[in-house]
C-alpha cells in the first residue's frame, strides 16, 4: 500500500522549517562571507584561546537551566510553562555565580582578561536557550528566524569591529555575548503572559521540578557530555600540538558544521512542537515525519561531503590565506563525519519528544567515548588530519546505527494496531 498524502502538521512542519531555514540562511552568510576577513584580523593562536573559552562556556550553557528549559514545549498550561520558567531562572543564577568565579580563577592562572566573560557568557546563553523554547512552544517562527540573524550575524560583524580596534581574543570572546543578548531581548519580547495568581500559587517549583526530572536526570548529562566532547577535543589538540593547531581545528569545524547549525536549528525548533502536540508515545505519523526528514537531509549531505573530498583543501587555502592552508586538508579528512552529523544534528529533539532519553543518553557515552578515542589515536598516528581522518569513520558507524533505530523505533501499541491495519506501511 503507498504512502497516504502527509497530514496537515507535515505540511506546517515544512512551512515553518523553510522559514527559519531563511532566516538562518542570511544569518550563517554574514559569519561564512566575513570569515576570510577575520582571519586575517586574528592569529590562529588566537584563534585557538577564543575557541577554548567558547567551547567552555558552550559547555556550561548548555546546562545552565538543567535542561528544564526543553520541557516547556511539553507543558500543557500557561501556569505551568511559568513555573518551570521561575525554576529555569533560578537555576541559571546559581550556575552562572559559579561560571563567573571559574571565570576569575581562570583568569588569573592566564594572566589575561578574557576569561572574566564566562560568568556573562553562561548567563546570556543560558536565558538566550530558554527564551528560544519560550519562542518554540508559541511556534513563532518568523521571530526566532530574525533572532538568529541577530545572534550569528551580530556575533561576526561585532568580531569585525573587534579586531579592527585590536582588542585580540578578548574582542572575539566579547561579541558573540553581546549577539546572544540583544538576541534574548528580542524573543522575550513575546513570553506567554503570566497566569492568575491561584493558577501560579498552585504550581509549586518543587512539584514542577519532581514533574519533568526527567530533563536534568537524564537530558543534562547527555546535553552535557556533547558539548564536552568538542572542549576535550580542543584541550587535547592544544595540549598535543599547541594553540595554533587548535585554532586550525576550531576555524574548521566552524565552517564545516555550519549547514549543520543553519539547517539543523530550523527544522529541530519546528520538529519540536509539531512531535509534543501528539503526546507521548511514537505515532505513526510522527515517526513517518522522521523518516521523511531523515532522508532529505541525507540528500543533502552527500554533495557536501563530496565536495569536501575533492576541493577542502584548494577552498581553505584560498578563503583563508596560506596561515590557514592546514585547515583545508583537516576539512577533507572531516567531511564523512560532518556529512553524519548534519544529518543527525536536528535528530536530537526526537527522542525528547518520544520519551526515549534514557536510551539517547547512553547510546550518546558510547559515541563520545568512540569519538576522543579516535581522537587520540589519530593525534598520536597522524597528526591533525589523522584525528579527522579517524573520527570521520568511527561516527560514521555510530550515527549509522543511530539512523536506523530513529527509522525503526517501535510505535505505541495502538498506533502498531493500525499500521498493522495499514499493511504496516509508515
Keep these: ?11 506546517g512542519l515544512l512551512r515553518a522549517t ?116 519560550l519562542a518554540a512552544r508559541r511556534q513563532a517562527f518568523q521571530v526566532l528566524a530574525f533572532g538568529r540573524v541577530l545572534q550569528y550575524g551580530g556575533a561576526a560583524i561585532g568580531q569585525v569591529g573587534a579586531g579592527l580596534m585590536q582588542w585580540g581574543v578578548s574582542g ?51 546535553a552535557f557530555a556533547g558539548a564536552l566532547q568538542d572542549t576535550l577535543a580542543v584541550g587535547l589538540i592544544a595540549a598535543t600540538l599547541g594553540p595554533a593547531a587548535a585554532g586550525f581545528w576550531g576555524l574548521a569545524l566552524r565552517y564545516l558544521k555550519a549547514p549543520a547549525t543553519l539547517v539543523g536549528a530550523a527544522v529541530s525548533q519546528a520538529l519540536y512542537p509539531k512531535l509534543a502536540e501528539a503526546g507521548p508515545g511514537v505515532t505513526l505519523a510522527g515517526r513517518a515525519a522522521v ?21 577542502g583543501p584548494w577552498l581553505f587555502g584560498w578563503l583563508f590565506g596560506a596561515d590557514w592552508a592546514e585547515s583545508g586538508q583537516l576539512a577533507r579528512a572531516l567531511a564523512l563525519y560532518i556529512g553524519a552529523h548534519f544529518v543527525a544534528s536536528p535528530l536530537a529533539v526526537v527522542t525528547m519528544a518520544w520519551g526515549a532519553q534514557a536510551w539517547a543518553l547512553r547510546l550518546a557515552i558510547w559515541g563520545q567515548l568512540g569519538f576522543v578515542l579516535a581522537l587520540v589515536g589519530g593525534l598520536q598516528v597522524g597528526g591533525l588530519a589523522g584525528a579527522g581522518w579517524a573520527v570521520s569513520l568511527v561516527m560514521a558507524g555510530y550515527f549509522g546505527w543511530y539512523f536506523w533505530r530513529l527509522a525503526n523505533w517501535p510505535l505505541a501499541a495502538g498506533q502498531a494496531s493500525s499500521a498493522a491495519g495499514q499493511g504496516g506501511t509508515s
Design 18 to 133: 523553510l522559514t527559519l531555514l531563511a532566516g538562518g540562511a542570511f544569518a550563517q552568510a554574514l559569519p561564512l562571507l566575513l570569515g576570510p576577513w577575520l582571519t586575517r584580523l586574528y592569529t590562529p593562536e588566537a584563534y585557538g584561546r577564543y575557541q577554548l573559552f567558547a567551547t567552555v562556556a558552550i559547555n556550561l550553557s548548555v546546562v545552565a537551566c538543567a535542561r528544564y528549559e526543553f520541557a516547556l514545549p511539553l507543558a500543557r498550561a500557561d501556569a505551568e510553562v511559568q513555573a518551570l520558567r521561575r525554576l529555569c531562572l533560578r537555576i541559571l543564577m546559581v550556575v552562572s555565580g559559579l561560571a563567573l568565579l571559574g571565570g576569575v580563577g581562570w583568569a588569573w592562572t592566564q594572566g589575561a582578561a578574557w576569561p572574566l566573560w564566562l560568568g556573562p557568557a553562561v548567563a546570556v546563553g543560558g536565558a538566550l536557550s530558554l527564551a528560544t523554547m
Design 291 to 311: 523518516r521523511r526528514v531523515m532522508a532529505v537531509l541525507m540528500l543533502a549531505a552527500a554533495p557536501l561531503v563530496l565536495g569536501l573530498w575533492a576541493l
Design 172 to 222: 572575539l570572546v566579547m561579541a558573540p555575548v553581546l549577539a546572544q543578548l540583544a538576541t534574548t531581548w528580542l524573543l522575550g519580547r513575546g513570553a506567554v503572559k503570566a497566569p492568575a495568581a491561584d493558577d501560579a500559587a498552585a504550581l509549586r517549583l518543587r512539584d514542577v521540578a519532581r514533574r519533568w526530572r526527567e530533563f536534568p536526570l537524564l537530558n543534562t548529562p547527555h
Design 1 to 11: 500500500m503507498s504512502d497516504p498524502a502527509p497530514p496537515a502538521p507535515t505540511r
